[in-house]
């Protein structure tokens, strides 16, 4: 929720008004030039932000291996060697 509620501020209260959709007979050309240029690179990095989150989330995280370095042999005083 926070990471969506900033994102609408960004574009909606920073980046919509560089781009001057309201006014298209007084436009600011290097002004609407800077606002595509945000847009495009912060919702670029946004994506990448949700797919690596989506990721950390529905990707299993593995499991201990079952081979003789990774069994505990109940002596914690002497390393296990394989």
């Known amino acids: 929720t926070i990471i969506f509620t900033l994102w609408g501020i960004y574009n909606f209260v ?4 560089l781009l001057q959709l309201d006014r298209p007979a007084v436009v600011h050309h290097d ?3 800077k606002g595509w240029i945000e847009l495009i690179i912060f919702n670029s990095l946004f994506a990448m932000l949700l797919v690596c ?3 950390c989330v529905v990707v299993s995280p593995g499991e201990i291996p079952d081979t003789d370095e990774w069994l505990c042999n109940g002596e914690e005083d ?5």
């Not at 920073?14 to 008004?17: N, R």
């Open 14 to 17: 920073h980046v919509l008004p």
């Open 78 to 82: 002497e390393p296990v060697v394989a």
């Open 31 to 33: 002004v609407a030039q």
């Open 53 to 55: 989150y989506t990721l």
